[in-house]
């Protein structure tokens, strides 16, 4: 009887051996799940863009697009968005730049998300809806516009690393502004900045690389 005792405790300790281990193994995989650093933002410089590690949050804001629909923060979650700071009598920047936009989203892969393009007003005094909605129409349906409070767009261009000028030439108003594109992701929040000269086809290439950066560390937040 001693020695079935004596095995049958054997036995025992051997199973909780057994499950203490595998407890320590499971229990150490989810500690570093759950505490892996993400991936390192990709060095674009190449492309003359920076990307942050950790995205930075827009300021909030209450403006109307080009539909007369009201917009704010909020309404540019679920989607990625390259956003301009422009204005529609812009004599050389911005056409330029819209163009560029225009051929980039040609070039950009059926496979990854389809952005859409947003041209924040820098002279909402004459960026109508109705003038936005011309102007942006030229270029493709994904192309909006934003006006309203001048200080509400100066903030929100702040958030987006730009800023506008006016001034006063000959009795005409001038406006200097920021010549960069601002990628905001699906969060609606900056991921990153695009400084000039700007190519598509390494527009098309940035956005691809950071898109496929931000799905991997969401991937290993999920895994």
């Known amino acids: 009887m001693k020695t079935i005792s004596s095995i049958r405790l054997t036995l025992f300790c051997l199973l909780l051996i057994v ?7 499971v229990g150490r995989q989810v500690f570093l799940v759950g505490n892996e650093e993400p991936l390192p933002a990709p060095e674009l410089t190449e492309f003359n863009t ?3 590690d950790q995205p930075r949050q827009l300021a909030e804001f209450t403006l109307t697009d080009e539909n007369g629909e009201t917009v704010t923060r909020e309404s540019l979650r679920g989607r990625w968005t390259f956003a301009f700071v422009g204005y529609t009598n812009c004599p050389d920047i911005c056409p ?3 163009a560029n936009l225009r051929q980039t989203d040609k ?6 998300p389809q952005p859409d393009y947003l041209l924040v ?5 004459h960026d109508t809806p109705e003038k936005l909605k011309a102007y942006t129409d030229f270029f ?3 192309f909006h516009g934003l006006t309203g409070d001048l200080d509400t767009l100066r903030e929100l261009a702040k958030s987006l690393s730009a800023v506008f000028v006016h ?13 960069h594109f601002a990628l905001l992701n699906p969060d ?3 991921a990153a900045v695009i400084q000039p000269p700007h190519n598509p086809h390494n527009l098309a290439e940035a956005f691809e690389r950071i898109y496929q950066w931000a799905k991997a560390n969401r991937d290993r937040v999920s895994s």
């Open 19 to 25: 499950v203490l281990i595998f407890g320590l193994v």
């Open 50 to 52: 920076y990307v942050y």
């Open 96 to 98: 330029a730049a819209m």
């Open 107 to 112: 070039l950009l892969s059926k496979e990854l």
């Open 121 to 125: 007003s820098a002279d909402p005094e």
């Open 140 to 142: 493709g349906e994904n």
């Open 167 to 179: 001034r006063e030439v000959d009795g005409e108003l001038l406006v200097d502004h920021s010549g």
């Open 188 to 190: 609606g929040e900056l």
